[in-house]
């Protein structure tokens, strides 16, 4: 008997043949016969509860022989239950080597299926057209290709580990990498808000001293006028005085004389524009980082409003006469709004201009739902927030400013920044960086668009993004 023949049959008596496991507690009945007790048990209340089972007073027969044994008589095998414990942890005597239909042993191998088989599987209508061999053949033939696989899969590991020392070493790298650049960071911000502390000190140095000698410059002519003033109140207090003609006569040499050595003098206007302009080294370049690609919607330009697209090389407005009535279209001034509307976030958007003449040209933002066919001061109380550029002159809020800002000359290139949650519109000069003006209330009671208008025919150009802008005479 070989070694696989003994482990069926150790195998086999250490079975249990009702559960078909191997023996827990086994127990052994009047009439030889092992069982686990309760497996025994199980059987038997079964049977106690068909008809007839009380006639039996207590016993009740074997599931093997059918002898009846007392319920009682149930004697435990010890020596059993040893036997049953080596076989449950014994390799050899795993219940992987026996067949699960049949509980024969696994000899056989089928290739067609790619599983081990017994005799009797062998002979069943499933695998009788199937290809078997042997077991022992089938494993010395798996085990070649195994190898075979093995030795692929031994490259591949060898190949792994490799590109896991690599990333390994990457990622050490890589966090060196992002430490030195993270105290770059630090450092160079640090230095960068030191330097904009040093330059927020340098202008408003500057603004200081602009004030102190405007100031000094109007409190000089504000001196001189005075003592102007008091000079020739005297002298026509002393004219005055004169109550006779021949006193009036006595007196007249030196009338004449004082009247002769009065110098009445005015002096020139002191200029009030401001030099020093309120400019952020870098702002310009964290704004761009909320740059968008704003343009001008079409369908709600003026019908005057020309609007080419030079990208497309195509003019986006329909010829004059042909423009389609709609509540969207402006009527009263030659503007337009942009196709994006923004209810929250950060947006920021440049404008160029190429102006002729003193047209007035204004852009900014405006709430969606502004009047367009009625003429409104462009003011925040009718839902407009912009700023208006005036060629040679000056540039000025819609809502008049204390002190209205002027500028030498106008911006061509200006940017327009919406902050929608902070409540603020901000304009800026791209022609130096300096910023304009910025308009900021609590915050914004409903969806704003970008805005823009033009002046009178032949007042010149506006380019948003590729999209320009033009009133037709």
Known sequence: MDALELARKLQEEATCSICLDYFTDPVMTACGHNF?????????????????????????????CRELSPQRNLRPNRLLTKVAEMARQHPAFQRRDLCRAHQELLKLFCEDDQS???????????????????????????????????GHFREELMKTGKLQAREKQALAEWQVKVREQRQRILVEFQKMGLLLVEEEQRVLQALKEEEEEVVAKLQESSTTLERQSHALERLLLQLEDRSTPLQMLQD??????????????????????LRTVCR???????????????????????????????????????????????????????????????SSGRHYWEVGMNLTGDALWALGVCRDNVSRRDKVPKSPENGFWVVQLCKGKKYLPVMAAPTPVTLA?????????????????????????????????????????PFFCLGAPKSGQMVISTVTLWVKG
């Open 409 to 449: 000359e106008p911006p061509s290139h200006m940017g327009v920044f919406l902050d929608f949650e902070a409540g603020e519109v901000s304009f800026y000069n791209l022609r130096d960086g300096s910023h304009l003006h910025t308009y900021a209330q609590r915050e914004f009671s409903g969806p704003l668009q």
């Open 252 to 273: 007249m040499k030196e009338l004449l004389s004082r009247k002769n050595s009065l110098s009445v003098q005015y002096p020139e206007a002191t200029p009030t524009v």
């Open 36 to 64: 686990c007790r309760e497996c025994i048990q199980l059987t038997w209340e079964k049977a106690k509860s068909r008809k007839g089972g009380k006639k039996r007073r207590g016993s009740f027969p074997c599931p093997e």
């Open 116 to 150: 081990p088989i017994c005799v009797v599987c062998r002979e069943s209508r499933v695998h009788r057209p199937h290809r078997v061999v042997p077991i022992e053949e089938a494993v010395q033939e798996y085990r070649l290709k195994l190898e075979a696989d093995m």
């Open 280 to 342: 952020v080294p870098g702002q310009i370049e964290v704004l761009k980082s909320f740059q968008e690609d704003v343009v001008p919607d079409p369908t709600t330009a003026y019908p005057y409003l020309l609007l080419y697209e030079s990208r497309q090389r195509r003019y986006l407005t329909p010829p004059l006469g042909g423009v389609p009535p709609s509540k969207d279209r402006f009527l009263a001034y030659p503007c337009a709004v942009g196709q994006q509307t923004f």
